[in-house]
């Protein structure tokens, strides 16, 4: 059974930073490329990075491009995503998602708030 289990959400200030994790379980996790989405109140989920099987490629969306930085530990089938400089306008539902060979997959999400 493939689970994805999202943490690290938090309530932050705008500029601050916040690292979220994603571990893997039930699949090759090494052998698939890790995406991060969003989806905030009212808006439709939107891809924010991916990150290949090996790690050695990334690609943002560009409202976030150059504050995240998603990476990957295969060791411990984790995948990360750095945020910083962030704005209220991150606020959203972050969740972890892959697609395998036994279909698409998503974690639960978890929340980040970016207020004052």
């Known amino acids: 059974q493939v689970q994805l289990v999202e943490s690290g959400g938090a309530l932050v200030q705008p500029g601050g930073s916040l690292r979220l994790s994603c571990v893997a379980s039930?699949?090759?996790?090494?052998?698939?490329?890790m995406r991060w989405h969003r989806q905030a109140p009212g808006k439709e989920r939107e891809l924010v990075a991916t990150i290949t099987s090996s790690g050695s490629l990334t690609n943002y969306a560009d409202s976030v491009k150059g504050r995240f930085t998603i990476s990957r530990d295969n060791a411990k089938n984790t995948v990360h995503l750095l945020m910083s400089s962030l704005k209220p306008e991150d606020t959203a539902v972050y969740y972890c998602?892959?697609?395998?060979?036994?279909?698409?997959?998503w974690g639960q999400g978890t929340q980040v708030t970016v207020s004052a």
């Open positions: 039930g699949f090759t996790f090494r052998n698939y490329v």
């Open positions: 998602a892959s697609t395998t060979s036994l279909g698409n997959h």
